[in-house]
């Protein structure tokens, strides 16, 4: 069975600039999570994807999207890049939403660390 | 609203208990969570409650009492490869997950 993965594991962007960050769930879950996650903090809900539609959104601007491909992959954009976009991003994938018995067990991917200077 | 509350840092010696209390506010809930998370590491699954009651799992065991927005993780018999952070992450009815900002354990010889 293949855990969650993402790439790059770490980046460096410019302020203004734009940057996609990946993600492959673990094998036999559609639904992928992305977070974010500032240094000394718990990781913040950006947005859902579930069958190739999103499945629900946190606080985040528009210039944060997202897309799921039909191997249930994952990208998350960030345009606009600020210094407060800074952090780490992490995937998580699970089953189907509402599945018993444990409907959030969620597997996060190993993160990519983004910063923005 | 969201808030979720657990302390910040935490210090025991090895071999000891530490206790990791949560609160949270409870409309819309439907489960708790508790995550461990090594230093630049991914967070992994510990425990998951929807019921109230005590849930025990080796040495960790996570309590949960819905009336109260409460939960705690207790782990025993602390080893240093314990001292990480502990999320504690609230599911609610729509499916998603919110997480507390984590609590650092430190385990000391």
């Known amino acids: 069975e293949t855990g969650v993965t993402q790439s790059p594991t770490h980046l460096i962007k410019t302020r203004g600039q734009q940057v996609t960050l990946r993600c492959s769930s673990q094998s036999g879950h559609n639904t992928v999570s992305w977070y974010q996650q500032a240094l000394g903090q718990g990781p913040q809900f950006i947005f859902q994807?579930?069958?190739?539609?999103?499945?629900g959104r946190g606080n985040f601007p528009p210039r944060f999207s997202g897309l799921q491909f039909p191997n249930y992959s994952s990208e998350l954009n960030v345009n606009a890049l600020e210094l407060d976009d800074s952090a780490l991003y992490l995937c998580?994938?699970?089953?189907?939403?509402?599945?018993?018995?444990?409907?959030?067990?969620?597997?996060f991917g190993p993160g990519t660390r983004l910063t923005v200077t | 609203g969201q808030n979720i509350d657990q302390p910040t840092e935490m210090t025991a010696t090895e071999g000891a208990i530490v206790q990791i209390n949560c609160t949270y506010q409870t409309s819309g809930f439907n489960g708790l969570f508790w995550y461990q998370q090594h230093a630049g590491e991914a967070p992994t699954f510990l425990s998951y409650n929807v019921l109230d009651g005590l849930e025990e799992k080796g040495r960790f065991s996570s309590f949960l009492s819905r009336s109260k927005g409460y939960s705690y993780l207790l782990l025993k018999e602390l080893q240093m490869k314990d001292s990480a952070s502990y999320l504690c992450a609230v599911g609610w009815n729509d499916y998603k997950l919110s997480f507390g900002a984590g609590t650092t354990v430190t385990v000391r010889a």
């Open positions: 994807y579930y069958r190739e539609e999103e499945n």
């Open positions: 998580a994938s699970s089953l189907e939403p509402g599945l018993a018995p444990l409907p959030y067990e969620q597997y």
